[in-house]
């Protein structure tokens, strides 16, 4: 990729539409639309009427809106051509642009726009994975973390973070410049707990975080013809999985996702659980058996008490008990539950909110596992210095280990040992973004 290029790309999405827009960002962004227009060029962010038109031909007539580099997303001279949606139209100014009279002019990469508002300092790498995950979100807590970070709100902490570890080096310096005074342990150390205290609070609400990013599963387990498919149509308001009178129906796990408290949750269908002589349905048995394990919570759906027993998997903490088909009638000590009718489905509903966990936070959310390591890293650095300084350890050492937590936090914002993370998270981009 060499920065020098303009690059081009549809950054809608493909098919039939209205409207479709297509971007160019780059050096000759601007040299490239006045080949394709007359007239008076476009004042920068302004939209403005144009026809494109190319060897006297009319290709469309569309809205341009034009970003001088200092106001632009990837900091360039970007171009965006609003055009009808038509294939016909996206496909001739396309090859307009890769013909030859455009020799600066070529396709844009995965995430590539996105990469270079990160180079032209636009973005830095933790609101670069902030668009990644708002590009991803499913339900309103994601979309307002990712925008939160998107946005620049953990940016913002860690400048806070490097500010007091910065203060905190110049102290060690002057020690170091004026050895005839002494270091203030006790000033340093208040300065060490308070940034202990600010970066453990991020460290203390990850794993409820990543259970709001990634999701959870529940599996919903059970006797065959108990109802587990008639209970997962219900969850997914539509016709999942096939339900009948037949034992054994559901052979292959069925997922359905729903969003619970802002959480993603895939609700799981699974084989019912018996002794049986047919090798494909005890295979698929097995196989249930080992994947729910792993699950956040299972949903024991039952027609008698002593089905719990047969059905070979031990409760968990976790996990909730029903009565099936309580629409039948419930003559177990368990809550009843019917997938047909709907009864006693906020009663499940009820049980797994309360088990998901609760994050009032919105601003500067730590939600990525390569964010929480540099924190954990500098956390390790701070707890160094403050055990150094208890023990009277020469400053130089601590003056330089505290140089590596700053380097650190250059690592979280990606000014530094950047690429192999920009080029796994550009695997996610489309090729306008």
């Not at 308070?194 to 990634?214: A, G, P, Q, T």
Request: with cysteine.
């Amino acid at each position: 990729m060499f920065m020098k290029d303009t690059i081009f790309a549809l950054s809608t999405a493909p098919g039939v539409s209205a409207l479709a827009v297509l971007r160019i960002s780059g050096p000759d962004a601007f040299s490239a639309l006045k080949k394709i227009i007359t007239g008076e060029f476009p004042s920068p962010r302004v939209a403005t009427l144009k026809k494109i038109i190319w060897r006297d031909e009319i290709i469309d007539e569309c809205i341009v809106i034009c970003f001088n580099s200092d106001s632009s997303f990837t900091g360039e001279e970007v171009v965006e051509l609003q055009i009808h949606g038509s294939q016909a139209v996206i496909k001739k100014l396309s090859s307009v642009f890769l013909e030859r009279d455009f020799v600066h002019l070529r396709p844009a990469e995965e995430g590539e726009f996105t990469r270079r508002a990160f180079y032209n300092g636009k973005l830095d790498l933790t609101q670069v994975e902030g668009l990644s995950d708002l590009l991803s979100a499913e339900t309103e807590t994601q979309r307002k973390w990712s925008i939160d970070s998107y946005s620049g709100g953990l940016s913002r902490d860690i400048e806070k973070w490097r500010g007091i570890l910065t203060d905190i080096l110049s102290d060690f310096e002057a020690n170091i410049d004026f050895s005839d005074e002494d270091i203030e342990p006790i000033n340093i150390s208040k300065k060490l707990d308070k940034l202990i205290v600010l970066m453990s609070e991020k460290e203390h609400i990850y794993n409820r975080v990543k259970v709001v990013k990634d999701g959870i599963e529940i599996a919903i387990i059970g006797p065959p013809n108990v109802g587990k498919s008639t209970l997962l149509n219900r969850l997914g308001n539509r016709k999942l999985a096939l339900t009948s009178e037949i034992a054994g129906t559901t052979r292959d796990i069925i997922e359905v996702k729903v969003e619970i408290k802002g959480i993603p949750v895939t609700f799981l269908d699974t084989a019912g659980l018996r002794e049986t002589n047919d090798k494909l349905e005890r295979d698929g048995i097995a196989l249930v058996k080992e994947r729910i394990e792993g699950v956040f919570s299972r949903v024991f759906l039952i027609n008698r008490e002593k089905d719990i027993k047969n059905l070979g998997v031990k409760i968990k903490d976790r996990d909730i008990v029903f009565k099936s088909k309580s629409d039948e009638g419930n003559r177990t000590k368990y809550r009843g539950l019917s997938g047909k009718t709907g009864k006693g489905l906020r009663d499940l509903i009820n049980d797994i909110e309360k088990m998901l966990p609760s994050i009032n936070r919105v601003s500067g959310v730590i939600v990525d596992e390569r964010q929480i390591k540099k924190v954990k890293g500098t956390i390790d650095v701070l707890k160094v210095l403050k055990n150094g300084i208890k023990k009277g350890r020469e400053i130089e050492i601590l003056a330089e280990e505290c140089r590596r937590g700053v380097s650190i936090l250059d690592e979280l914002e990606g000014k530094i040992d950047s690429e192999v993370v920009l080029g796994n998270i550009f695997k996610k981009f489309c090729i306008g973004k």
